[in-house]
């Protein structure tokens, strides 16, 4: 059955800093080459930490220099909430990001899988779940059936800087049917920060991508295997860009789409 076509790919050179959009990339099983390429470490947190913690990542921006492979990362240009510019292999990358954040941090590039330790989370774990998901009094948790395991130990997958799962995909019936619910809300990609965004026709069911849930998709030559739909937080209502914060956003995909949007 045809689904759609593809409207816009994403890539994400810096983990919760605003990415780049592509005309075209190459994917295999680590996703796009170089998403997520690096991400910051909180040095007093002492973890691995993106924008559900540290909001004002949004305020950066990071695009590659050159072309990324699965194996190498080049070094990337970040753009500081001041319009200032660093590269990733400047020696004082971390001054200026710490500075710019009012924190220290460091920022790494992704390391190998065995490198456990520079994955652990914090002592303490994830901690309440709740204000990161965005929860209200009397609101469930979401099921987490089908998520990684190893995230409640390691900040992400490891050998990766992903939340869960290395490609993200959303379509615009998605957008279309919450946008029905919270007409004022602005319901863009960019909320969302996909990978692959699909155009589908206005007789798509809302919430499309749950119904992909095991299944296989295929993308020209490449099929996808498609994991659990996604499970939302409070970065979907932070200030990014020309988008401002908006709390009820999140409010209407809990309430509309039971905590998820894409797959």
């Not at 800093?17 to 040095?43: C, H, K, N, W």
């Not at 099921?143 to 395991?149: C, K």
């Not at 990609?189 to 998709?217: Q, Y």
Request: aromatic share 8%.
């Amino acid at each position: 059955m045809r689904i759609g076509t593809i409207q816009s790919l994403w890539r994400y050179p810096v983990k919760s800093m605003l990415g780049e959009q592509l005309s075209s990339t190459s994917l295999g099983v680590p996703g796009f080459p170089g998403d997520r390429g690096y991400a910051i470490r909180d040095e007093r947190a002492g973890e691995i930490r993106g924008a559900k913690n540290i909001p004002q990542l949004f305020q950066f921006s990071a695009r590659y220099l050159a072309t990324p492979s699965d194996t190498h990362i080049p070094p990337a240009e970040i753009t500081l909430p001041d319009q200032t510019t660093v590269q990733t292999d400047d020696p004082t990358i971390h001054a200026q990001i710490s500075q710019a954040l009012g924190r220290e941090v460091t920022i790494w590039p992704r390391q190998s899988k065995e490198n456990t330790d520079h994955y652990l989370r914090a002592p303490g774990g994830l901690g309440d779940l709740r204000p990161i998901l965005g929860l209200e009094e009397g609101e469930p948790l979401p099921s987490f059936e089908g998520i990684p395991t190893e995230i409640f130990q390691y900040v992400a997958p490891l050998g990766t800087y992903f939340d869960a799962y290395p490609i993200h995909l959303l379509t615009t019936a998605s957008l279309r049917g919450l946008a029905s619910h919270y007409p004022e809300g602005a319901f863009v990609p960019e909320r969302f920060r996909p990978n692959i965004v699909i155009a589908t026709d206005d007789n798509s069911t809302p919430d499309l991508e749950a119904s992909w849930k095991g299944k296989v998709l295929r993308l020209g030559t490449v099929e996808i295997a498609v994991g659990v739909p996604t499970i939302r937080c409070v970065m979907t209502t932070l200030p990014q860009g020309n988008l401002p914060k908006d709390p009820h956003i999140l409010r209407t995909l809990v309430r509309h789409n039971d905590h998820h949007v894409g797959s």
